[in-house]
């Protein structure tokens, strides 16, 4: 991100990298409490696949097909202020994912601000 590169491995590696981590999770999910953690962890892993999503709407690979360009001359200018638009929201969703795993790592490192937090606190999910 400092050098304006966020990542730096191709769309498809990271969602096959992200369906995997998908599956572990889920996996260890089922057997944690509902509590912090595991809101964290679940907000986490949601604010990965948002950003793959927005990461996937402005993907351009570096070779482009011929009829990959078909019917697309109008297109340009919007295209281009909706690919910042999404560039940012990736940006920003994955920020958000380092921060849910900052508070998992604290809440496991026993931080009084998020061992204390109530069920009734934690994020739905959905």
């Given at each position: 991100?400092?050098?304006?590169?966020?990542?730096?491995?191709?769309?498809?590696?990271?969602?096959?990298?992200?369906?995997?981590?998908?599956?572990?999770?889920?996996?260890?999910?089922?057997?944690?409490?509902?509590?912090?953690?595991?809101?964290?962890?679940?907000?986490?892993?949601?604010?990965?696949?948002?950003?793959?999503?927005?990461?996937?709407?402005?993907?351009?690979?570096?070779?482009?097909?011929?009829?990959?360009?078909?019917?697309?001359?109008?297109?340009?200018?919007?295209?281009?202020?909706?690919?910042?638009?999404?560039?940012?929201?990736?940006v920003i969703n994955w920020r958000q994912a380092v921060e849910h795993l900052r508070r998992a790592e604290s809440f496991l490192n026993g931080a009084p601000a998020?061992?204390?937090?109530?069920?009734?606190?934690?994020?739905?999910?959905?």
């Amino acid at each position: 991100e400092d050098k304006r590169i966020v990542a730096r491995v191709p769309l498809q590696s990271f969602r096959k990298d992200l369906s995997e981590a998908d599956l572990d999770l889920a996996e260890s999910l089922v057997w944690l409490p509902q509590n912090r953690l595991r809101a964290e962890l679940t907000n986490a892993l949601l604010c990965y696949q948002d950003g793959a999503f927005w990461w996937g709407r402005v993907y351009q690979p570096r070779v482009v097909s011929v009829s990959d360009l078909a019917g697309s001359e109008g297109r340009f200018a919007a295209d281009r202020s909706q690919q910042i638009s999404a560039s940012y929201t990736v940006v920003i969703n994955w920020r958000q994912a380092v921060e849910h795993l900052r508070r998992a790592e604290s809440f496991l490192n026993g931080a009084p601000a998020l061992a204390s937090t109530s069920k009734d606190e934690i994020p739905s999910a959905n």
